[in-house]
């Protein structure tokens, strides 16, 4: 699978949806911007939570964008892979398919 192709053709149709749904998305937008700050936890600690919560609940688009946030933030593949570890805790054998995806996908956006 092509993973950048896949979060290319995501965006694009988010860019359709939120065309034709402005305020939504805008309120959205709205709410994504009051945790992309450090605080008490730095963003890119909460970048691992939302990535954690993407394996978890089997969202590929939210993996997609979460690793890719990461990856801009300088995650490395060691600590993606300990949170992908953590998810396989938590989740068994289903977390354990996607974090296998979730890895996939950061390998493919680093090179």
């Known amino acids: 699978m092509n993973w950048k192709a896949k979060l290319n053709d ?41 990535l954690g919560i993407a394996v978890a609940t089997r969202c590929e688009p939210c993996i997609l964008f979460h690793v890719e946030a990461l990856v801009r933030l300088g995650a490395t593949r060691e600590e993606i892979g300990e949170i992908l570890a953590t998810c396989v805790q938590m989740g068994g054998g289903p977390g354990l398919m996607y974090a296998g995806k979730a890895l996939e996908v950061y390998d493919e956006l680093v090179a």
Do not use: C
């Open 10 to 50: 995501t965006k694009t149709q988010l860019k359709s949806l939120n065309g034709l749904i402005p305020n939504t998305s805008a309120a959205f937008a709205a709410l994504g911007k009051t945790v992309k700050t450090d605080a008490a936890l730095k963003f890119k600690e909460k970048e691992y939570v939302a």
